[in-house]
Each structure stands twice: as structure tokens, then as C-alpha cells.
């Protein structure tokens, strides 16, 4: 792990310390899971396109068709 200067707002940082007091685990452990499912939540999922337009689209995916509910997370297969 590389330890690092991480710049918030001072009632971001009380209710993250809040947050380790009520759960148990350490300011650290709650900062690096917080930023672990921020990214998790931003990256391309698994099978589905990181983009739309590029290539042919026929076929069952509908991608032209299903195109803004792709780019705005809608309609996700679960």
C-alpha cells in the first residue's frame, strides 16, 4: 500500500471518522473502501459496452436501439 495526502471538506472527514467509530474498522479502512466502491461503481461493467456507435450493431444486443439506456445504466440485465 502507498500512503497518500488526501485533501475534503472538514464534515466530510468528521462523518468518515463517525462511520469507523460506529462500524468498528479504522479512518483508513473506511477511506479505502469508500474509494474502492467509488471506482468499482464507475468502471465498465463486465460484458457490456464502454461505449456506443462504433461497429454493427445487429444482431440480439440492440445496441443502437438500447443505446441511451446503455450510457445511463437503465435497463442493466441482473
Do not use: I
Request: glycine share 8%; proline share 3%; charged share 30%.
Amino acid at each position: 500500500m502507498t500512503r497518500t495526502t488526501v485533501v475534503a471538506e472538514d464534515s466530510l472527514l468528521l462523518q468518515l471518522k463517525a462511520l469507523a467509530q460506529r462500524t468498528g474498522v479504522s479512518f483508513s479502512e473506511v477511506v479505502r473502501l469508500a474509494l474502492a466502491e467509488f471506482v468499482a461503481r464507475h468502471s465498465p461493467k463486465a460484458g457490456e459496452p464502454s461505449f456506443v456507435g462504433a461497429g454493427s450493431s445487429g444482431g440480439k444486443l440492440r445496441l443502437s436501439e438500447r443505446s441511451e439506456d446503455l450510457l445511463f445504466d437503465r435497463g442493466r440485465r441482473r
